[in-house]
């Protein structure tokens, strides 16, 4: 399997633009996680999704970030309007159950300027 | 708010010595806990202990929790340059019959040839 598998690697953008970060999990694994990463606050988790359906989307810091996974293959981050506070490692991962261990993609690295 | 700190935030030694790296946490609805190496990109799964007093070993790494006084500690003996990186520790919650995982911030481990 090649892993957790994220689309773009990197992405530069001007504030006010509309951001769309993918992510294909591991087949096979019913969660699927969202972090963001900065050098402030470490990793948090954003949302995530059991089966395709959001669980628990407590972590999304404001209406700007929005989570779509339209099936077990695929989901996407999208940020609309993004702003330059944005700017962190977004990362993918996916688990078989949540107390088994997460794969985690390479990340985006989003800049937002 | 469940908590899950770090210490020490970053750590730098030579080759050769033993390090200690700390995690303590406060949650409702512990499941497990992990820990996790990151080097430049991708967290990458290290160890996940469940029960008290078990210690965990891989090679030169070892791993142990304390579900009383609710820390687990990771051991690495004869440091390598291959060591250096930044250590994550995430405590797995149980949230409403799903589970999710809370990271701390990290200890950013140097070793110096």
């Known amino acids: 399997d090649a892993g957790v598998i994220q689309s773009p690697r990197h992405e530069v953008t001007e504030m006010g633009q509309e951001v769309t970060l993918r992510c294909k999990p591991i087949?096979?694994?019913?969660?699927l996680f969202w972090y963001r990463q900065t050098m402030m606050r470490g990793l948090e988790l954003l949302i995530y999704?059991?089966?395709?359906?959001?669980?628990?989307d407590s972590g999304m810091p404001e209406d700007r970030f929005s989570a779509k996974m339209p099936n077990a293959s695929f989901s996407t981050l999208k940020i609309q309007p993004s702003e330059p506070r944005d700017s962190a490692v977004y990362f993918c991962a996916s688990s078989l159950g949540v107390t088994s261990k997460a794969f985690f993609g390479q990340g985006t690295r989003l800049t937002v300027v | 708010e469940d908590k899950v700190v770090q210490s020490p935030l970053s750590l730098v030694v030579h080759e050769g010595d033993t390090v200690t790296l700390n995690c303590s946490y406060e949650v409702t609805n512990f499941r497990s806990l992990l820990w996790y190496k990151q080097e430049k990109k991708a967290p990458t799964f290290l160890f996940m202990l469940t029960s008290s007093g078990i210690e965990k070993k891989s090679g030169r790494l070892s791993s142990i929790l304390d579900k009383k006084e609710l820390f687990s500690i990771l051991n690495i003996t004869a440091t390598q340059t291959g060591d250096s990186a930044v250590y994550l520790c995430a405590v797995s919650i149980s949230n409403f019959g799903n589970e999710k995982l809370t990271f701390g911030t990290g200890t950013r481990l140097t070793i110096i040839p």
């Open positions: 087949s096979g694994h019913d969660y």
């Open positions: 999704f059991n089966n395709n359906v959001p669980i628990d």
